[in-house]
């Protein structure tokens, strides 16, 4: 048996097919799944999960109308300016895998102030993967090695590489949930999810429940995870 979890991820995705379903607009969808991270991560923590990641904006949503990404781009001051002084007494810190260097400046800004005043929370950490791309981080990583590398005969193992990732100072992902049930990882996490489990759920993002997260951390915790071996 398992314990729970110490770093799972998840694909929130739907926001938009939900907002469809109700007769709203895609804006009023994605305003839901915000407040519904809220409710993930405060049960999350509940459970003594470790690393909440959270795909929120991928590098390829920039194709999305200008619309509809300046909206998206308001969330995070949306989220924080309501949720930050309950995160605060919830001992939950906030974090960010992504390039941040072409998120809006004034995201930016609420974003880094936001990391600062959560900074000494040991709880739980919130991970928001902002212009994330999994191969991105893989590219991204490979340059990092290459710029500090002084033994040209040096051989990398992966163990090191992974220290070049931005996730380097997180625990390894054990589970990962994409809710909308669309069967694909569209380019999260590519290094991490090698032997993750995953769990795609039958639910659009705002319908998603912390009974439904902790339905899924129990059937983690019964599954047997044998990384290639036989037992």
């Known amino acids: 048996m398992n314990s729970v979890p110490q770093h799972v991820a998840i694909i929130m995705d739907g926001n938009g097919r939900w907002a469809k379903a109700q007769g709203k607009p895609r804006s009023f969808g994605h305003l839901r799944g915000t407040e519904n991270v809220r409710n993930i991560a405060i049960k999350a923590n509940e459970l003594g999960v470790k690393v909440l990641t959270l795909y929120a904006f991928s590098t390829e949503n920039w194709k999305r109308p200008a619309e509809e990404v300046n909206y998206l781009m308001g969330l995070p001051k949306i989220f924080i300016d309501r949720y930050i002084d ?52 893989i590219v991204d990583g490979i340059n990092r090695y290459v710029k500090q590398l002084d033994d040209k005969d040096h051989v990398l193992t992966e163990d090191e590489f992974s220290r070049y990732l931005y996730t380097a100072e997180y625990p390894e992902l054990e589970l990962m949930i994409r809710t909308s049930l669309d069967y694909r990882i569209s380019n999260f996490l590519l290094w991490q999810l090698c032997y993750a489990e995953m769990c795609f759920i039958d639910k659009y993002w705002p319908d998603f429940t912390g009974e439904d997260f902790e339905n899924i951390i129990n059937d983690f915790m019964q599954r047997h995870r044998r990384f290639g071996g036989l037992e």
């Open 86 to 137: 309950e995160l605060m007494q919830k001992g939950i810190k906030i974090r960010m895998i992504g390039d941040i260097e072409q998120i809006p400046s004034e995201t930016r800004k609420v974003l880094e102030r936001a990391f600062e005043k959560t900074r000494n929370n040991k709880n739980m950490t919130l991970v928001f993967a902002l212009n994330y791309g999994g191969r991105k981080e």
